[in-house]
């Protein structure tokens, strides 16, 4: 799998491209939470994909540096992949948790924690989501998948 990375020797635009799309993932999930549009976890996710399908509008599979060597983890992406792919759902592999649960905070009272490797944000109920950001995060897929990067890879810098 070819990853898109902040250390690719792509010059100064792809490093302003990254920044760009990093900065509209945060955007979408942002704008998502108080709409109730995210579904936050590996089983949940499962569940929501096979309901409805068609309105899920992005899909984030996240790890760290020990979630690489889980195989069954491993198992479940590439099987989300797989049916994301068949329903031509965008997907993204983020790496840094940590960043992802600051931007979520609120999703789970009492501080308990979240199972953060597979996010979906979904349509709101009364219409179709017209977002600057989400459409920058679709152009990016669009363009990762022409250079055959079908879950490019993004890194969220830390805070």
């Known amino acids: 799998?070819?990853?898109?990375?902040?250390?690719?020797?792509?010059?100064?635009?792809a490093t302003e491209k990254m920044d760009s799309v990093e900065k509209a993932l945060e955007e979408v999930l942002t704008a998502a939470l108080p709409q109730g549009?995210?579904?936050?976890?590996?089983?949940?996710?499962?569940?929501s994909l096979n309901?409805?399908?068609?309105?899920?509008?992005?899909?984030?599979?996240?790890?760290?540096?020990?979630?690489?060597?889980?195989?069954?983890?491993?198992?479940?992406?590439?099987?989300?992949?797989?049916?994301?792919?068949?329903?031509?759902?965008?997907?993204?592999?983020v790496n840094n948790m940590r960043r992802l649960a600051e931007i979520?905070?609120?999703?789970?009272?009492?501080?308990?924690?979240?199972?953060?490797?597979?996010?979906?944000?979904t349509n709101p109920q009364s219409s179709t989501w017209k977002d600057p950001a989400l459409s920058k995060l679709n152009r990016f897929c669009r363009d990762s998948r022409g250079l055959d990067q079908w879950v490019p890879v993004i890194n969220l810098p830390e805070r």
């Open 104 to 121: 979520l905070e609120g999703m789970k009272p009492g501080g308990e924690s979240m199972d953060l490797h597979c996010i979906l944000v």
């Open 37 to 47: 549009c995210i579904t936050v976890g590996v089983y949940e996710a499962a569940k």
């Open 51 to 93: 309901v409805d399908p068609d309105n899920v509008v992005l899909c984030l599979l996240a790890t760290d540096e020990e979630d690489v060597k889980d195989v069954a983890l491993q198992i479940h992406f590439t099987l989300i992949q797989a049916f994301c792919c068949e329903n031509d759902i965008n997907i993204l592999r």
């Open 1 to 13: 799998m070819c990853n898109m990375t902040f250390e690719e020797p792509c010059g100064d635009n």
